[in-house]
T-cell receptor
Framework: RKEVEQDPGPFNVPEGATVAFNCTYS??????FFWYRQDCRKEPKLLMS???SGNEDGRFTAQLNRASQYISLLIRDSKLSDSATYLC??????????FGAGTTVTVRA | DADVTQTPRNRITKTGKRIMLECSQT?????MYWYRQDPGLGLRLIYY???????NKGEISDGYSVSRQAQAKFSLSLESAIPNQTALYFC??????????????FGEGSRLTVL
């Protein structure tokens, strides 16, 4: 079983729609969680950290469910510029980072 | 200019050739990493270095070697390239003072094709 699993998508949504997707992790002792964004053929960039109580950053909301071992990302009022691959990243107990393969989101006009 | 610079950005080579990918950074970070990315797989850690005198193997170090020539420079070598090393390679840096990396800053990537 992969340490971090994501639905690869693609999630095709119209502008203005809400899109949400999850990421599951296998190690219940994992400590920290992040979402990175990767544009096509570009480098990943940190989108946001995920806090235990959930957190928002503008149109983006991240949630953590430790009991079920998943994190989620919700994008409200989708923009064309939100089209990207979103990488789920989990910090392991040895402090290294495990990356999911990514969920692709395509926002259409 | 990018804070983390990788060269070359694209390289096509043949099986058995020696290849070096170079990374330099102007962020002043102590910690540097090499990852590879393959379709359908997450980024996988090849090697990492916490300072000039510190080199550590990652998950998939076989077939690779690294050199930390200076705080700002970290190079990855493939001594004898093979086709399954065809991938997108990323260098990254982080500044976290404790053992736990938070934000990684990635270079723009080096796409390597081994024929």
């Amino acid at each position: 079983r992969k340490e971090v699993e994501q639905d690869p998508g693609p999630f095709n949504v119209p502008e203005g729609a809400t899109v949400a997707f999850n990421c599951t992790y296998s190690n219940s002792a994992s400590q920290s969680f992040f979402w990175y964004r990767q544009d096509c053929r570009k480098e990943p960039k940190l989108l946001m950290s995920v806090y235990s109580s959930g957190n928002e950053d503008g149109r983006f909301t991240a949630q953590l469910n430790r009991a079920s071992q998943y994190i989620s990302l919700l994008i409200r009022d989708s923009k064309l510029s939100d089209s990207a691959t979103y990488l789920c990243v989990v910090k392991r107990t040895d402090y290294k980072l495990s990356f999911g393969a990514g969920t692709t989101v395509t926002v259409r006009a | 200019d990018a804070d983390v610079t990788q060269t070359p950005r694209n390289r096509i080579t043949k099986t058995g050739k020696r290849i070096m990918l170079e990374c330099s950074q102007t962020k002043g970070h102590d910690r540097m990493y090499w990852y590879r990315q393959d379709p359908g797989l997450g980024l996988r850690l090849i090697y990492y270095s916490f300072d000039v005198k510190d080199i550590n193997k990652g998950e998939i170090s076989d077939g690779y070697s690294v050199s930390r020539q200076a705080q700002a420079k970290f190079s990855l070598s493939l001594e004898s390239a093979i086709p399954n090393q065809t991938a997108l390679y990323f260098c990254a840096t982080s500044e976290t003072p404790d053992r736990a990396p938070r934000e990684l800053f990635f270079g723009e990537g080096s796409r390597l094709t081994v024929l």
